[in-house]
């Protein structure tokens, strides 16, 4: 089965490219927006919605966590024609999402052809390795744990000049020498078919090659 994750180097909303890309991968079903919970979480889900809207006339709906029962998210996820990853607190959304039965829900989906949107923290808790950058944390270093994944042999940094990550890319290339290695600004994204990547739309994309930092796009 084919397989499509897009991955957005910071919030909402979709670039124009990949949001017509998205639209026309998706299957029968709602499009499920799954996050963390945050004040007025609500107000700031058009910003999601909205340029999908423009390709796209069915259905939304949103699974909020954790006040929604892990039960009814995996009942939601799995009759989803499409799955977007929000953005927020990267390490809340590892906790919520990865090594539990929603993110095993969203990775069975993504094998059966169901395309997954990832922004900014929905992004770094895809891939096999889910990276948090001292920037990103609370405790001001490095953190790493397992994510969900959907990419293999793939680390993604993102917000990556805004934040100035080269160091925690070449860090990570380090210490997974076998991975690639890719940097994504905000307002950035790249469409990954089959676990490659296929396009890039956007302001920025880095890449570490034999410990150098290369721009790949913009």
């Given at each position: 089965m084919e397989r499509h994750f897009f991955a957005f180097g910071s919030g909402p909303p979709f670039t124009d490219i990949l949001a017509?890309?998205?639209?026309?991968?998706?299957?029968?079903?709602?499009?499920?927006?799954?996050?963390?919970?945050?004040?007025?979480?609500?107000?700031y889900m058009p910003n999601y919605i909205n340029k999908l809207k423009t390709y796209h006339s069915g259905r939304f709906s949103f699974i909020p966590l954790p006040s929604i029962q892990e039960m009814q998210a995996v009942k939601e996820i799995k009759a989803s024609g499409g799955i977007v990853i929000c953005g927020g607190d990267t390490a809340r959304y590892a906790g919520y999402i990865a090594d539990t039965t929603i993110g095993a829900a969203i990775k069975d989906v993504y094998k059966q052809g169901v395309p997954?949107?990832?922004?900014?923290?929905?992004?770094?808790?895809?891939p096999q390795i889910c990276s948090i950058s001292a920037k990103d944390n609370i405790?001001?270093?490095?953190?790493?744990?397992?994510?969900?994944?959907?990419?293999?042999?793939i680390c993604l940094a993102v917000h990556f000049s805004e934040w100035n990550e080269e160091s925690h890319l070449q860090e990570l290339a380090a210490k997974h020498p076998s991975c690639i290695h890719y940097g994504i600004d905000e307002d950035t994204g790249l469409y990954f078919h089959n676990g490659r990547l296929e396009t890039m739309e956007g302001k920025g994309v880095y890449q570490m090659e034999e410990g150098k930092c290369r721009r790949i796009h913009g």
């Open positions: 017509e890309k998205y639209i026309k991968l998706t299957k029968n079903g709602s499009i499920s927006i799954i996050l963390v919970e945050r004040e007025d979480w609500q107000s997954v949107a990832g922004f900014s923290a929905g992004a770094l808790i895809s405790q001001k270093f490095s953190v790493e744990r397992n994510g969900i994944g959907l990419l293999e042999n």
